[in-house]
């Protein structure tokens, strides 16, 4: 639906926000515009606030990302950050404990079994899942044994695992023929395979950010939401939005652009360039409000 830069035309009468491709996207932007107290801002955070760079551990949030959200959030009912991560990291990553005008942001981690706020700084958290302990002790020799150890590395999600391939001389290829031999061990274990930005994640079914950002937007009342992503997991995010709006709740789809993953691209509203653009966007729709 549009192309991967920030270059969208302005809209009518407002100099420096983007305007959406699409009709329902227009709708959901005026909708959140008319009445920021009722809407959610919802955000991915690795490739949508956090540039992605080959150490998910170094990975942090856009410098301008929390002052762009602190500016913003005040005057939105809330601003949720939804991610695979585990909630305490994408708080310590993206900086967001302490912040002045951030006191009602929520940060739905490992796809909502993690929930971390601000009013009480604190994680709570759905029993884990014991197929993923058991996939963590025989990840290491299964690897070893189908010879993909190398360029390839193991990162420990608490309630999840994933194996990352950026590394590796040939990331594609070492992706694509990890992706079958990792489904069958998850099965084993009655876990699931979620494929990301030359990342396979291992982790319980049942749970995805579709369901995470729908239970909470429904749970808050919201009247409209602006959901922006980056990567395939962010497609159950997108779809849980196009279906609230056959239920009257208005919502903008932001796709965080990127050269890797073009999916999103063709379902969004609007396609900016990578975090700084959703940055920009944001500061945009901020300096509309009253």
């Known amino acids: 639906m549009g192309d991967p830069t920030y270059a969208q035309p302005d809209r009518p009468g407002r100099p420096g926000l983007p305007e959406p491709v699409t009709p329902a996207g227009r709708d959901g932007l005026s909708a959140l515009l008319a009445r920021p107290e009722r809407a959610v801002v919802a955000l991915d955070f690795d490739g949508t606030l956090a540039p992605i760079v080959a150490d998910p551990e170094q990975a942090r949030a856009h410098p301008d990302a929390v002052p762009a959200l602190a500016a913003l959030a005040p005057r939105l009912r809330s601003v949720a950050v939804v991610t695979g991560r585990p909630a305490g990291v994408a708080v310590r990553y993206g900086g967001f404990a302490g912040v002045a005008g951030l006191e009602h942001l929520v940060v739905l981690g490992h796809y909502g079994a993690e929930r971390w706020d601000a009013v009480t700084g604190t994680v709570h958290a759905a029993e884990a899942h014991p197929g993923v302990a058991a996939v963590r002790a025989e990840l290491p020799g299964f690897l070893d044994a189908i010879d993909a150890w190398r360029g390839s590395w193991i990162e420990e999600k608490g309630r999840a695992v994933a194996v990352h391939t950026r590394r590796a001389e040939d990331p594609q290829a070492a992706f694509d023929a990890l992706r079958e031999p990792l489904a069958e061990l998850a099965g084993r274990h009655g876990l699931i395979v979620e494929p990301g930005r030359m990342v396979l994640e291992l982790r319980p079914p049942g749970m995805d ?82």
């Open 209 to 290: 950010k579709g369901v995470a950002l729908e239970e909470y937007l429904r749970e808050v009342g919201a009247e409209s939401v602006l959901y922006a992503g980056d990567d395939l997991g962010d497609l159950p995010a997108f779809g849980a939005v196009e279906k609230l709006r056959s239920d009257g709740v208005a919502g903008l789809l932001v796709c965080s652009g990127s050269t890797e993953v073009t999916e999103l691209a063709g379902r969004a509203d609007l396609v900016v360039d990578g975090p700084p653009g959703v940055v920009r966007l944001l500061s945009a729709i901020g300096a509309q409000l009253p």
